[in-house]
């Protein structure tokens, strides 16, 4: 993920920087190469042994490295890096940063490099809380530095609050995106529906299908990445919350309808990767039926959300079709009848396509009459494909 990006981690003085020791480590194991450096505090924390060991390089802690080295050490891990992270961050590094203050190899290093900067604040809550840590902060932010919100619960202190260091899966993903990830969707709004609806039979059983939610949650977590303000409309999913994301769940069909109907004009663009069931079931029962009681099941349609979205659009909308044989002839047909802008189609019986998979095989027909066949690649990279078709459309 990583590959050929050196990261810099800057580490402070907070009982939290025992954390930084796995953060090295999993940023190894993503393939980047990772330099260390630490102030005097750190090290009363961690050892750099330790963090010379997991990043398989020398450890920088003071602000020039020893005799006999040509290179100033705050100087060349600045030019090195391709991404600086500062975790965990101190009020004291934070507000040191803030006022352009570099008097330590972490605060050096900060103020030479031309790299994006990441940094995960750490403290008691009433640190935290301060009204100059937070004007900090809110410097750093408007000079594009990128801020891990620190968790809440048990501080090392005793008290409980926010100030935790973030978990290290949130600050491997703000890397993530700061590094590879250009901000081309700023300023625009992206509504994703995702995963099954359930349709009641009784109280305890329900009609459905067998959706994810994986191709759903991972356009919304790539529209996220590029910068768009995003809410995903989720039926009832295995999948974790997508932190950044606005995500509304729902069960039926109905309830889908409502949702997405009542937010779509405030978007920019609109995927509908939603499997929605087609029909509900009108004679649903109280409690637990009885099999005896359920003779037949009379089922009526459901709304259709992609049809009603296409009646008068003001977005770009992106519509799916998922078939088991003649794909083309039913997209392009779905493509008629609810006029997205173009239609997403996929065969399930294709190995390495539909339900529950890591990766796609696709079709894309556009109104235009085109019909693009793209290769097998994982659901991020389509994902991406998606956004980057709706993109030339909003132009």
Known sequence: MFIDKTVVVGISGSIAAYKAAELVSRLKKMHARVRVCMTKAAEEFITPLTLQSLSQNSVACDMFLP???WEIGHVSLAAAADIMVIAPATANIIG??????ADDIVTSTAMATKAKIVIAPAMNINMYENEVVQENIEKLKKRGIIIVEPES???ACGTFGKGRLAEIDDIIESIYEGLLYEKDLIGKRVLVTAGPTREKIDDIRFITNH???KMGYAVAREAKRRGAAVT???GKVSLAPIKGVETIYVDTAQQMYNTVI???DDNDIIVKAAAVGDFKVKNTFTGKAKKENIKTLELERNPDILFELGKTKKYALIGFCMETEELEMYASQKLKEKNPDFIVANDLIMEGAGFATDTNIVKILHQSGEIEDLP???KSD???EILDRAKILLK
């Open 96 to 101: 040191k940063i803030a006022c352009g203050i």
């Open 262 to 264: 009542g937010r779509a």
């Open 232 to 234: 995903l409309v989720s």
């Open 153 to 155: 619960g048990r501080l």
């Open 211 to 213: 959706s994810s939610g």
């Open 376 to 378: 097998i690649m994982s």
């Open 67 to 69: 005799a006999g080295k």
């Open 382 to 384: 389509l994902a991406n």
